[in-house]
């Protein structure tokens, strides 16, 4: 998941550079999401970990 966030942030890059300004946007929020996303189940994960070790 973090490597789709991290495409979405490139294309986000290529098309602000290009002038592409609604498919920056679209893509950096994409982007935004994904990463937001991948860090709360990182968070999950690592909590869940804690406890089955115990």
């Known amino acids: 998941m973090l490597y789709y966030a991290l495409v979405f942030l490139v294309i986000a890059l290529i098309a602000g550079a290009l002038g592409f300004g ?11 999401i994904l990463f937001y996303v991948f860090l709360v ?14």
């Not at 609604?22 to 950096?28: E, L, P, S």
Request: aromatic share 4%; no cysteine.
């Open 22 to 32: 609604g498919v920056a946007g679209t893509a950096a929020g994409i982007a935004q």
């Open 41 to 54: 189940l990182l968070v999950i994960s690592l909590v869940l970990g804690l406890f089955r070790r115990t």
